[in-house]
């Protein structure tokens, strides 16, 4: 049960108190919405794969900089 508590902390960490996190969600909507004005109607396709391969980097790097943390903890 301490490790489902230990994810939970660290996913609650992730989402809540990572500020860096939600910067990184406002900077890749701004990208998105000025990538989306600039590409038109032509590119709107596009656009919403942009937002998804930039969502996806930010949640990877910020739960790899999660985990470190906590192995730095453990140690």
Known sequence: MSSLKAIGETVWGLLVDDGSLAIGIVVALGVTWIAATALGDAGRDLVGWLLVAMLVVL???NLRAAGGSVR???S
């Open 72 to 74: 730095r903890r453990i």
């Open 59 to 61: 949640v990877v790097a």
